[in-house]
């Protein structure tokens, strides 16, 4: 038993895990799991501290509870239930276990738990069965908020995952030290937060990604005046293996909640950062600069040279998809033998690869994709909607408005019509003066606009 100062005696053992051990005397039987017990001390009556007064010394220790709020399919809320949270100081880990709390992510719940902030505490952990997110498919989803950043993982998020066999998963989300980073990394950081997020399965680390259950992310930032000017410029950097920082496409700050918000299917280290960038011939008045420079500072697309953006340029099938797939992050495809003919060995050849085995892109007939030739909007449509499909990524909002509300609905091409349908209802298409003009080419400023209107949401 531990021993208090001489001026306390111990009153009792309070039970943290699991709920409903028991202890009689100093003595439990230990159930198939880990017990977290904590001893309770009381001042002895009329005692004194070493400053005369009858008030302790040593401050007690302080309970911390994380609230946890449920809603089911249909947007009814539960009662909020109370977790307890068991605080490591030595290594500055605040842990709690959803595994008493049923049915968190089926049936279309979503569950939101809240930890309150911690002193000292850099990480905070969750546990949760396995079960709970191993679903076949999305059925639900589980939101955590920490002071050091808030995570909504999805029912599915372990489903066709290896190494997710065992009992209880635990996800963390830590403040990391900038300090054991390459001086590249520092610099593009400076002085804004970095997370570290991991997983481990009964207690053994998992490396996890899975490109089928992306997960949602958002790191508390308060920008700086000059930041708040050029929030297009505030990124999300992704630090890999070797240090390098690699822009997050869809990192992207909500000045509402005062967060920069990714979506990310492994987890790994992220930062905020704050890239910049702008065009010599894209002036400060246009309609297209923010989107313009939201696309350069993620690095879709790096302009046309000497400093151009070139906004008013017609874009060509070849460079329109390269871009759509850099800003969802499918990679190009090293291994081109089923290629479309004339993919070539230019720079869009391995994405063009890629979109095919993908279905993303069916090609103009013959096995052929007419990379030069200048795309038109019924096109970049189509091929927008299958990227977004392939990367879950379709947006569920109802704009309200019909395809049949545009007075040449009728001239778009059947094989685009569903595509273009669907994204017109979703708020995606706005179109202009009750026109869609699906035969009309698209320029890249248009381009530009519309991905900063997807990835921006």
Partial sequence: MAKPEASYIFKQWKVISPTGLA?????????????????????????????GSSSSSIPPAKDYSAIIKVKDASGNSTKDTNLSVTIDAKTGTAVFDTAPIDNLTSNGRTSIITVPSIPDVITYTMGIPISYLSTADKQGALTVNTVNGSITVPSNMLSGTKGTVGTKVEISISQDDKSLLPEAAKTVIGERPLIKLSMSIDGK???????????????PYSPTAAELVNSEGIIIWYIDGNGKSIAIPNGHYDPSAGTVTFTTTHFS???????????????????????????????ITTGTGNGNFSPNAKLTRGDFLVMLMRAYQIVPDDNQLNNFIDAGSSYYAGYLAAAKRLGIAEGTGNNRYDPTREITRQEMFTLLYNALKVSDELPQSNSGKRLSSFSDAEHIASWAKGSMTFLVEAGI???????????STATRAEIAQVLYNLLSR
């Fill in 23 to 51: 202890i009689t005397g100093n003595t439990f039987t230990m159930p198939n799991e880990a017990v977290t017990v904590k001893a309770v001390f009381e001042e002895k009556p009329g005692s004194t501290s070493s400053s």
């Fill in 205 to 219: 680390q998992l490396e996890w990604n899975n490109p089928d259950a992306p997960v949602t992310v958002s790191i």
């Fill in 269 to 299: 280290y992220y930062a905020v950062g704050y890239n910049k960038v702008s065009f010599a011939d894209v002036a400060a008045t246009a309609w297209y600069n923010k989107a313009v420079g939201f696309v350069g500072a993620r690095s």
């Fill in 429 to 439: 298409i706005g179109g202009s003066a009750e026109q869609l003009t699906p035969a």
